[in-house]
């Protein structure tokens, strides 16, 4: 998340998972046979970003340019034992759900968004962390 200078202002980005829920399968964008995950279980995350219209002039830099990452790379998890795992991609999780249900890659200046991103984890509990420039990012529980 990007901070706003004045403390009392609204943040210039917010992300919230608001749902979710660990399942041994989904729906394929294209086809019909439902996909299996390549590790343990697919974590489906329902997410809420938005990122303010004036983040330029909060942050610097060109408003052009400025936006936040909403991909699985942007995301690990971290179970019983705590270590974050940054693996949570595959080919069979980005083929989940119709592109009508999914969250976009990106939030840009003056977007509000939302949708499913789907991640192929071995834990079925923990943690897991929005963190795209891997420094510390902010997490939610998952899983029983």
């Known amino acids: 998340m990007l901070a706003s200078q004045d403390r009392h202002a609204t943040p210039d980005f917010t992300i919230e998972v608001t749902n979710s829920e660990v399942v041994d399968h989904c729906d394929p964008r294209v086809g019909i046979d439902k996909l299996k995950p390549t590790r343990t279980a697919f974590l489906v995350l329902d997410i809420t970003a938005t990122l303010d219209a004036n983040v330029s002039k909060n942050v610097g830099g060109d408003g052009g340019e400025l936006y936040m990452p909403l991909v699985a790379e942007t995301f690990s998890v971290a179970g019983s034992n705590g270590a974050p795992d940054r693996n949570v991609t595959s080919e069979t999780a980005w083929g989940c759900f119709d592109d009508a249900v999914l969250l976009p890659p990106v939030v840009n200046p003056g977007q509000s968004v939302m949708g499913k991103l789907v991640l192929d984890v071995d834990?079925?509990?923990?943690?897991?962390?929005?963190?795209?420039?891997?420094?510390?990012?902010?997490?939610?529980?998952?899983?029983?």
Do not use: C, F
């Not at 834990?123 to 029983?144: F, H, R």
């Open 123 to 144: 834990a079925l509990k923990g943690q897991v962390t929005y963190d795209p420039e891997n420094n510390g990012g902010w997490s939610w529980p998952y899983g029983g």
